[in-house]
């Protein structure tokens, strides 16, 4: 089974950016939509953002505008670039390919002062 292991976590003010990483064991994010889910403490995880393997990228409504999706196949990684986050942004990350119900481990991701 493909590995998918997430990065880039940490602490971060309020209005700073973070840019997490979703690497894979082997290169086939081309050939598959993959997705950020992130899970507040407490809360029910939820979708955050996806990239399909044609490219098109989809955002929930809280993230739209301060978020980005992008793929590097060659790289074998996927990441998602977050700006001007906020307190309300902190969760665990999670990448996620829905199809094979492969998902990481998680990243921790705070936003506080």
């Known amino acids: 089974q493909v590995h998918l292991v997430e990065s880039g976590g940490g602490f971060v003010q309020p209005g700073g950016s973070l840019r997490l990483s979703c690497a894979a064991s082997k290169s086939f994010f081309r050939n598959y939509h993959v997705n950020w889910y992130r899970q507040a403490s407490g809360k029910q995880r939820e979708w955050v953002a996806s990239?399909?393997?044609?490219?098109?990228?989809s955002y929930a409504d809280s993230v739209k505008g301060r978020f980005t999706i992008s793929r590097e196949d060659a790289e074998k990684k996927v990441y998602l670039q977050m700006n001007s986050l906020k307190p309300e942004d902190t969760a665990v990350y999670y990448c996620?390919?829905?199809?094979?119900?492969?998902w990481g481990q998680g990243t921790q991701v705070t936003v506080s002062s």
């Open positions: 996620n390919i829905a199809s094979l119900r492969i």
């Open positions: 990239i399909l393997s044609g490219g098109f990228t």
